[in-house]
C-alpha cells in the first residue's frame, strides 16, 4: 500500500476516534444531567421527612396555631415542672422547592430567648445566615452545627429584636450555596406577637 493509500485509512481511523470521543461526551453530560435531577427531585420529596426529623427532634406536641406559626410542647425534663415550649415555622423557598428553613424560637426559664434556625445540609457555612425584617438588614449568626437532616444557627434575641419581629410583617434568612448568590427565604411574622404571649 502505498503512503497516498494510507492517508485516507488514517483519515478514517482519525475521524471515528473524533466521532466516538463526541458520543461519549454527549452521554456523560446526558447522564450527569438525569442525575443532578435525580437529585433535585429526591431533595424536594424529602423536605417534608426533613421538617419531621426537627419535630421529632425537639420531640413536641403542637398545642396551637398563631397565624403562622405553630405553638409546639415538649414535656419537662427530669426535675422540671413546666413544658418546653416553641414557636415553630417550616417554609421553602419560591423558587427553589428543595430548599427549605425550620425556625424554632423559645424562651427559657431564665428569661433567654433564642432563635434557632435549620438550613438544609450542603449550604454554604462560612458566611452564616442573614436576617432582614421588612427590608432592614439586622445581621448576620453563624452556623454552629450540622446533623444529618440540617445544619443550624442559633442566636440570643434582644428586647430590640423582639420588638422588630412582633411589629414586622415579614423576616427574610438569607443562606447561601456558593459565595456569588445567596437565597432570601422569607418567613411570615403574622401571628408571632401572639405565640410570644403564649410563650410567657
Given at each position: 500500500?502505498?503512503?497516498?493509500?494510507?492517508?485516507?485509512?488514517?483519515?478514517?481511523?482519525?475521524a471515528r476516534?473524533?466521532?466516538?470521543?463526541?458520543?461519549?461526551?454527549?452521554?456523560?453530560m446526558?447522564?450527569?444531567?438525569?442525575?443532578?435531577?435525580?437529585?433535585?427531585?429526591?431533595?424536594?420529596?424529602?423536605?417534608?421527612?426533613?421538617?419531621?426529623?426537627?419535630q421529632?427532634?425537639?420531640?413536641?406536641?403542637?398545642?396551637?396555631?398563631?397565624?403562622?406559626?405553630?405553638?409546639v410542647?415538649?414535656?419537662?425534663?427530669?426535675?422540671?415542672?413546666n413544658?418546653?415550649?416553641?414557636?415553630?415555622?417550616?417554609v421553602?423557598?419560591?423558587?427553589?422547592?428543595?430548599?427549605?428553613?425550620?425556625?424554632?424560637?423559645q424562651?427559657?426559664s431564665n428569661?433567654?430567648k433564642?432563635?434557632?434556625?435549620?438550613?438544609p445540609?450542603?449550604?454554604?457555612?462560612?458566611?452564616?445566615?442573614?436576617?432582614?425584617?421588612d427590608?432592614?438588614?439586622?445581621?448576620?449568626?453563624?452556623?454552629l452545627?450540622?446533623?444529618?437532616f440540617?445544619?443550624?444557627?442559633?442566636?440570643?434575641?434582644?428586647?430590640?429584636?423582639?420588638?422588630?419581629?412582633?411589629?414586622?410583617k415579614t423576616a427574610i434568612?438569607?443562606?447561601?450555596q456558593?459565595?456569588?448568590?445567596?437565597?432570601?427565604?422569607?418567613?411570615?411574622?403574622?401571628?408571632f406577637?401572639d405565640?410570644?404571649?403564649?410563650l410567657?
Amino acid at each position: 500500500m502505498t503512503s497516498s493509500e494510507r492517508r485516507p485509512v488514517r483519515r478514517a481511523i482519525t475521524a471515528r476516534r473524533i466521532l466516538f470521543g463526541v458520543l461519549c461526551t454527549a452521554l456523560s453530560m446526558a447522564l450527569t444531567g438525569l442525575v443532578k435531577t435525580d437529585f433535585l427531585i429526591s431533595d424536594a420529596a424529602a423536605q417534608d421527612a426533613k421538617d419531621a426529623a426537627l419535630q421529632q427532634q425537639f420531640g413536641g406536641e403542637v398545642k396551637g396555631q398563631y397565624g403562622d406559626w405553630q405553638y409546639v410542647c415538649k414535656p419537662p425534663p427530669p426535675g422540671a415542672k413546666n413544658e418546653i415550649c416553641a414557636l415553630v415555622q417550616s417554609v421553602t423557598a419560591e423558587d427553589r422547592k428543595n430548599v427549605g428553613l425550620t425556625i424554632y424560637f423559645q424562651k427559657f426559664s431564665n428569661g433567654t430567648k433564642v432563635l434557632r434556625v435549620f438550613a438544609p445540609v450542603g449550604v454554604l457555612l462560612p458566611p452564616g445566615i442573614g436576617l432582614k425584617v421588612d427590608g432592614d438588614d439586622i445581621g448576620h449568626a453563624p452556623f454552629l452545627r450540622c446533623h444529618t437532616f440540617a445544619c443550624y444557627a442559633q442566636v440570643t434575641v434582644d428586647d430590640k429584636l423582639i420588638d422588630r419581629l412582633k411589629s414586622g410583617k415579614t423576616a427574610i434568612f438569607i443562606i447561601f450555596q456558593t459565595e456569588e448568590a445567596g437565597i432570601g427565604i422569607p418567613i411570615s411574622l403574622a401571628g408571632f406577637g401572639d405565640g410570644l404571649n403564649a410563650l410567657n
